[in-house]
């Protein structure tokens, strides 16, 4: 038999289901927006390597550059001190050649250094900025986190709370019942029990067979709306309220699937004369 109580506790249960529901959604909400954060972070951090990685390249570059342009000054002026030894013309020319060749290749590296410079120097100021941008990311998301980490534990607390409350209030429930009850709020917007007026289901609105509604009112055992899921209890109609409730209809859910069985014969009917009387 179904008592008043156990009705008061399904409306109680009810809202702490709901209550539990919700907060176990935000707790899976919450690290996402962390995810988010932390894959842009991520991206930063490729960033950074790549440039650094690149500035590391265009260093060796400019040593090699370096290098080479030492040893062209080198040449040059070896050559340049042997001009006063020469004896003819074409050892010379031949020297001469040298260190114009010297001379040019300088020039070229003085060039390349000075844009491998740039190049280092733009860098440089980049990788500074995205380091200085990484340090202030991961210490907003060390901040996030343990508020997060803090907000998660709250919530947890209260889901813990509330369980605590559930647990008495189906102490004396059919544990089948309470497992679909559950399962219906989280289906129906958190709405698991409702009335029926008359032989109307308040949730879906639908119309409920006389013998069903009986059944309701009766509260031998919980009964599930047909339609909706819902766990039904009977309310009296409210004065001036449409009352569907008919004395007449003693049929039951099956009879309600052959009423709309002969409506669609019926609309099949009608579909055909019109089809007939457009022919003609």
């Not at 690290?31 to 930063?44: A, F, I, V, W």
């Not at 949730?203 to 009766?218: D, K, S, T, W």
């Given at each position: ?156 607390k209260q889901i813990d709370n509330l369980k605590k409350k559930e647990s008495k209030l189906t102490e004396n429930l059919d544990t089948e019942v309470v497992f679909k009850f559950e399962r219906i709020i989280k289906n129906k917007m958190g709405i698991g029990i409702v009335a029926i007026k008359g ?82």
């Open positions: 038999m179904v008592t008043e109580s156990d009705l008061d506790k399904l409306r109680s249960l009810q809202e702490i289901i709901y209550e539990k529901i919700g907060l176990e959604k935000g707790i899976r909400e919450i690290p996402k927006l962390l995810g988010t954060q932390e894959e842009m972070l991520s991206r930063l951090k490729e960033t950074f390597k790549k440039k650094y990685k690149d500035y590391e390249n265009i260093k060796a570059e400019e040593n090699d550059l370096k290098n080479r342009l030492f040893e062209a000054e080198s040449s040059r002026e070896k050559s340049e001190k042997n001009m006063d030894s020469i004896a003819t013309q074409r050892e010379y020319e031949a020297l001469d050649k040298e260190i114009k060749d010297a001379f040019e290749k300088e020039q070229q590296y003085r060039k390349d250094l000075q844009h491998k410079e740039r190049l280092l120097s733009e860098l440089d100021e980049q990788i500074k900025q995205q380091a200085s941008l990484i340090e202030s990311q991961e210490k907003d998301m060390e901040d996030r986190r343990k508020k997060i980490e803090a907000e998660i534990s709250d919530k947890q032989n109307v289901c308040m949730g879906c609105h639908m119309i409920l067979p006389v013998q069903f509604a009986n059944e309701v009112r009766i509260r031998e055992e919980f009964v599930f709306c047909p339609y909706c899921s819902r766990i039904l209890f009977y309310e009296e109609s409210a004065e001036g309220e449409e009352d569907y409730f008919n004395t007449e209809d003693t049929g039951a859910l099956s009879d309600l699937d052959e009423m709309e069985d002969e409506e669609y014969e019926d609309d099949d009917e009608e579909e055909e004369i019109v089809n007939i009387d457009s022919e003609e």
